[in-house]
């Protein structure tokens, strides 16, 4: 199982950036996808993850202003992010799991490499 996240960058607040994660070696909608994220100096917290059957799981602080999404033609699942602020600024990390879909990193089996998201004007 491969995970390829990208679609980081910069941006300013408010503005709205969209972060992509490519699965291989399974298939998305047989597993919990989920985004994971860590600012500098900062631990690393869970933001989001949709399970299998499609009920999604978010952050608190991230409500109302991020999207999950999953394809399952492209095998691929969409972050949506929306109204972004500094706070936001992170490494965004894709994570998948045959069977936890909760909002522990440790119990995620599968992590992609990370993608910087900076949130500056």
């Known amino acids: 199982v491969q995970l390829q996240a990208s679609g980081g960058g910069l941006v300013q607040p408010g503005g709205s950036l969209s972060l992509s994660c490519a699965a291989s070696g399974h298939a998305v909608s047989t597993y919990t996808m989920g985004w994971f994220r860590q600012a500098p100096g900062k631990e690393r917290e869970f933001v989001v993850a949709?399970?299998?059957?499609?009920?999604?799981y978010y952050k608190d602080s991230v409500k109302g202003r991020f999207s999950i999404s999953r394809d399952n033609a492209k095998n691929t699942v969409c972050l949506q992010m929306n109204s972004l602020k500094p706070e936001d600024t992170a490494i965004y990390y894709c994570?998948?799991?045959?069977?936890?879909?909760?909002?522990?990193?440790?119990?995620?089996?599968?992590w992609g490499q990370g993608t910087l998201v900076t949130v500056s004007s």
């Open positions: 949709i399970r299998w059957r499609g009920s999604t």
């Open positions: 994570v998948a799991d045959a069977s936890y879909s909760g909002d522990n990193g440790d119990d995620y089996q599968y």
